[in-house]
């Protein structure tokens, strides 16, 4: 067990749990969700994404969302951003504390996801990242398909390694590896997040695990052995990539704290107060969701 060791939990169900859903959540649901969020102790939540929203619908009330998000000093509001288009109206908001930017180890997913190749998606995170410092923000970047391509399969440790080390010149607040399709498993999660882990320094590493094939929860694990400081869940295990096909939901928020606390790691997340959000969130999607504990007996009693 990992003794007297804490871990950071991001909440990312508002944005990623959400984005890949068909039918439309009100902007009052999502604002419901962030609330239980906060109440079961999540102080990062990815809020929304200023993308097209013709692209994703599901998120086109990205400024009305954010401009009926709560006063709250100790919680940091993320937005995700993918170009300077989308960083200005994140800014804009003046509610946003974090731009979270996006790179892409593989340049065919660059170009159906962003418009950009793997290398343009690095100088355009980069700017990303001077943006948000300029106007007194921070900015992470998070490392996408690092475990694997939809399109071109296998991606060299190498060259996740030499992003990380560009990625991490632009002093971020965090480097994220991001298993975009949920192919990764703990081996290959270990070595990457070791070998990211020496090439950035004293700079964090977050994790953002899919759960498609079975592998989500044995990655965060692994991941927080090698010193992963951060880890992203979705309350539910609600998610997807609208550009990635096959892509399943995330971790859940209530999975991970549950097999992290229960291994001597905190996270300070409250496990009852996450599964009656979990409950509620099914109520409003009208379906059980995919997440286990939510749907197991309460333990220890």
Same mark, same amino acid.
Not at 26 to 35: F, G, V, W
Not at 230 to 240: I, N
């Given at each position: ?13 508002? %944005?990623?749990?959400? @984005? ?7 902007? &009052? ?11 079961? +102790? ?13 692209? $994703?619908? @599901? ?8 401009? #009926? ?6 919680? #940091? ?6 170009? !300077?288009?989308?960083? /200005? ?24 996801? @962003? ?23 921070? +900015?992470?970047? #998070? ?15 190498? %060259? $996740?390694?030499? *992003? ?26 270990? /070595? ?8 950035? +320094?004293?700079?964090?590493? !977050? ?7 079975? #592998? +989500? ?8 052995? =090698? ?26 928020? /209530?999975?991970? &704290?549950? *097999? ?15 599964? =009656? ?17 939510? !749907? ?6």
């Amino acid at each position: 067990m990992l003794k007297n060791h804490a871990v950071e939990i991001v909440e990312v169900g508002p %944005r990623d749990g959400l @984005q890949n859903e068909s039918a439309i959540v009100s902007t &009052a649901d999502k604002l419901e969700l962030i609330r239980r969020a906060i109440d079961y +102790g999540v102080r990062r939540i990815e809020v929304t994404s200023f993308v097209n929203p013709k692209k $994703v619908p @599901q998120l086109a009330d990205a400024e009305d969302l954010v401009a #009926t998000l709560p006063d709250r000093d100790d919680v #940091t509001w993320i937005g995700l951003v993918l170009n !300077r288009r989308g960083a /200005e109206r994140a800014l804009a908001t003046g509610r946003i504390d974090e731009l979270g930017a996006v790179c892409v180890t593989s340049d065919t997913f660059g170009v159906r996801n @962003q418009g950009q190749s793997s290398d343009e998606s690095l100088a355009a995170a980069i700017e990303i990242v001077a943006l948000a410092k300029a106007a007194g923000r921070s +900015g992470h970047i #998070t490392i996408a398909t690092a475990f694997g391509c939809p399109f071109e399969g296998e991606v060299a440790l190498g %060259r $996740v390694v030499e *992003m990380a080390k560009r990625a991490a010149d632009a002093a971020p607040r965090e480097i994220a590896l991001a298993d975009t399709i949920g192919v990764g498993v703990p081996a290959q999660v270990a /070595e990457m997040v070791g070998r990211v882990r020496e090439a950035v +320094g004293h700079l964090p590493v !977050r994790v953002h695990f899919h759960n498609t094939r079975g #592998t +989500g929860i044995a990655n965060v694990w692994a991941a927080v052995r =090698e010193g992963a400081a951060t880890v992203d869940a979705s309350l539910g295990g609600l998610g997807g990539c609208p550009f990635a096909p096959g892509a399943a939901g995330n971790v859940a928020t /209530e999975d991970v &704290a549950y *097999m992290l606390e229960r291994g001597g790691v905190r996270t300070g997340l409250a496990l009852p107060h996450i599964v =009656e959000a979990a409950g509620w969130l099914a109520g409003v999607m009208d379906r059980p969701l995919p997440a286990m504990v939510s !749907r197991a007996p309460a333990f220890p009693r």
